[in-house]
C-alpha cells in the first residue's frame, strides 16, 4: 500500500495519524504539486494506491484505512456532521491560500473570494459553537478539525483570539503523540 502526499497538507495529516493509529504498513511518497498534477485525476493529494485499488480522497482513504485495521468510520452522525464542515472551511482556505500564494490574487480583487473568506469566518464560529468533546483519543471529526486549525496557524491564515473551543481541542490535539509526529515542516 502506498500513499502519495506532502508533508504540509491537513488532509494528508489527518491520514498519516490514522497511519500511525491504525499501524498498518504503507510506503509514504512525498509528492508535490507538479507530481500529483500526473499521477491523480483529480491533480491533489493524498492519493492511495492498494494493488487494483486507486483512492484519491481523504476520507475514502480514512474509511479504508479504518475498515482495514477493524474499526468503524464515523459512525456518528455529530461527528460526522463536524468533519463534513470542517472539510468545506478547509477547502474555502486551502483554496484563497493557494489563489494568493500562485498568482497573487487577494479577497479584494475577486467577488468569490472575499465569499470564500467569509466562509472562512463564519465557518470557524460556527465549529467553535460544535459540540466538542476536546479528550484523547479525539474522534475522527475532531482530528480532522485540528488538522485544518494546525494547518491555519501555520500557514497564517486564521486566528483563534476568540474561538476559545477551538483553541482548547488544538492545545489538546497538541498533546498526541502521533499529531506530535505529524506537525507540518518548520521551513514547509
Ligand atoms: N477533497 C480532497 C482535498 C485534498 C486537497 O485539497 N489537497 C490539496 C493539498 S492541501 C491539494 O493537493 N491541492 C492541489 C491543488 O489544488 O492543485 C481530500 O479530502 O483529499
Redesign the pocket.
Known sequence: MKIY??F?????R??RIALLETELSCEFIETD?TQ??TI?P??????LVDGDLTL??????LRYLREKSGTGFMADIVDFELFNMT?TV??AS??IF?LEKFDNITAEQSQYLSRQKARVLSGLEALNEAPINAQLPLSDGLIRLACFLD?GIYRERINLKALTNLTRLLDVARTDKNFIKTAPPIDG
Do not use: E
Not at 483529480?42 to 492519493?47: A, G
Open positions: 502526499g506532502s504540509t497538507s491537513p488532509f494528508v489527518h491520514c504539486a500529483s498534477a491523480s483529480t491533480k491533489k493529494v493524498p492519493l484519491t480522497d481523504s476520507s475514502s482513504i472539510n478547509m477547502d486551502v483554496n493557494f494547518w
